[in-house]
């Protein structure tokens, strides 16, 4: 059984490749490795400026010379007799998609989707700086839907108030809308343990989804 040597092991993120070599989707490493185990998936690792496959047997073996030779590049799984490293990316072999999953209306997606910026001024503030704000108030029956809710740093949100942003003479920069895939993409492109997702996202067709 594979348990965390870090609480980051399973808890990394995994891209996943249909058999064409399209991007289609993040998922939890967890899964990854079932995917693996049940040789439906293969591994893609980024190895001097080039990719190479593996199947998960081929992979525990090349992950014990990762181990001995850059464990610091890797996050780690532990079996019971030898450690894993996580792949960054997988590829489907028997089929082109995951089932589809809806972006999940969650504080930490629309705090990603708005960039972490107030939507009224428009500074970016860290997370702890930030609320959210009903465009049209929950008083005047706002819903809480990706369309009416926005970030809003403390001062924009106190002169606004109960009102819509008419009413207080503020205007939003930009339309609120629900993201077509998983905002978090881009912040997880600035890690640099996604770095070798790059090549892959930057292709013109690419549809990714996060577990």
Known sequence: MLTAEFKSGLDCNVLVLNKHYMAI???GARRAF????????????????????????SWC????????????????????????????????LFYDRLPRSEVKFNRRNIFARDKNRCQYCGKKQPTSELSLDHVIPRSAGGKAVWTNIVCACTDCNVKKGGRTPAQAGMTLIQKP?????????????????????????????WSVELK
């Not at 079932?34 to 593996?54: D, H, K, P, T």
């Not at 990762?66 to 450690?83: C, G, I, L």
């Open 34 to 57: 079932s995917l693996l185990c049940r040789r439906l998936a293969e591994v893609v690792s980024l190895e001097e400026g080039n990719y190479a496959n593996y199947d998960f047997q």
């Open 177 to 205: 809308a629900k993201p077509k895939h998983n905002p978090l993409v881009h912040i997880h492109l600035g890690h640099e343990r996604y770095s070798s997702w790059k090549q892959f996202l930057d292709n013109a067709y």
């Open 61 to 92: 073996e090349v992950s014990e010379l990762k181990r001995n030779f850059e464990p610091a590049s890797h996050d780690w799984v532990s079996t019971v007799n030898f450690y894993v490293a996580v792949p960054r990316i997988i590829r489907l």
């Open 25 to 27: 989707r993040i998922i």
